[in-house]
Nanobody
Framework: EVQLVESGGGLVQVGGSLTLSCAAS????????MAWFRQAPGKERERVSC????????GYADSVKGRFTVSSDNVKNMVHLHMTILKPEDTAVYYC?????????????WGKGTLVTVSS
C-alpha cells in the first residue's frame, strides 16, 4: 500500500519559516516525481512545487518563487518543502503527491495533508 504522510504543519507568524516533510512508502521512490499542492479555504487546489525524478529539476508556482524550496531525499524516501517569508495567503492545507509520469503528468498518489496557518 502506497502511503504519503505529511508532517511539519502548524501555526507561524507572518514573515516566518516552516519546513514540511513528506515520507513515502510502498512505492519505488526513484520512479516518481514528487509534488506539493495546497488548498486554501474556499479556493481550488494549487500546485506549489514539484521535483522531477528524471533530472532533479524543480518548479514553483509564481506565488511562491523565491520563498519556497523543494528538496528530495532519495535515501530516506522523503521530500521537503522549506517555506520562508510566509504570508497570510500561504495559509492552506498542504498535500504531498507522487507522479509516475513526471511533474507534467497527473498525480498518482496523494497524502492526507498538513495544515499551515500564517497569522498576522
Amino acid at each position: 500500500e502506497v502511503q504519503l504522510v505529511e508532517s511539519g504543519g502548524g501555526l507561524v507568524q507572518v514573515g516566518g519559516s516552516l519546513t514540511l516533510s513528506c515520507a513515502a512508502s510502498g512505492l519505488t521512490f526513484d520512479d516518481y516525481s514528487m509534488a506539493w499542492f495546497r488548498q486554501a479555504p474556499g479556493k481550488e487546489r494549487e500546485r506549489v512545487s514539484c521535483v522531477s525524478n528524471f533530472d532533479g529539476s524543480t518548479g514553483y508556482a509564481d506565488s511562491v518563487k523565491g520563498r519556497f524550496t523543494v528538496s528530495s531525499d532519495n535515501v530516506k524516501n522523503m521530500v521537503h518543502l522549506h517555506m520562508t517569508i510566509l504570508k497570510p495567503e500561504d495559509t492552506a492545507v498542504y498535500y504531498c503527491a507522487a507522479a509516475w509520469a513526471g511533474c507534467a503528468g497527473g498525480m498518482d498518489y496523494w497524502g492526507k495533508g498538513t495544515l499551515v496557518t500564517v497569522s498576522s
